[in-house]
């Protein structure tokens, strides 16, 4: 059974840090690609920052230069490390992996953790 677990959200003051962490399990961590998306109320979920198997990275503008994505394959987990938060970077963050089989993606999500940022 595959599990992804987030950690780290919580409450934060603009200009602080957090940094995310999302657990694995049920899957061969090192094959998937991971990603960190958000949805803040009455938005869609958007993409924040992947992190492919071979560590290559890419991030939502908004995020560039403030957020950096990282992977321990020897931990089966993944981070996003935060900085210089703003209150536009309140949100649901949720954890997926992403493997390609035979050509099919196989997507699996989190359950999500709350970040909330202060004026």
């Known amino acids: 059974q595959v599990q992804l677990v987030e950690s780290g959200g919580g409450l934060v003051q603009a200009g602080g840090s957090l940094r995310l962490s999302c657990a694995a399990s049920?899957?061969?961590?090192?094959?998937?690609?991971m990603g960190w998306y958000r949805q803040a109320p009455g938005k869609q979920r958007e993409l924040v920052a992947a992190?492919?198997?071979?560590?290559?990275?890419n991030y939502a503008d908004s995020v560039k230069g403030r957020f950096t994505i990282s992977r321990d394959n020897a931990k089966n987990t993944v981070y996003l490390q935060m900085n210089s938060l703003k209150p536009e970077d309140t949100a649901v963050y949720y954890c997926?992996?992403?493997?390609?089989?035979?050509?099919?993606?196989?997507?699996?999500w989190g359950q999500g953790t709350q970040v909330t940022v202060s004026s």
């Open positions: 997926k992996s992403q493997v390609v089989r035979v050509g099919l993606p196989y997507d699996y």
């Open positions: 049920g899957i061969i961590f090192s094959d998937n690609t």
């Open positions: 992190i492919t198997r071979g560590g290559s990275t």
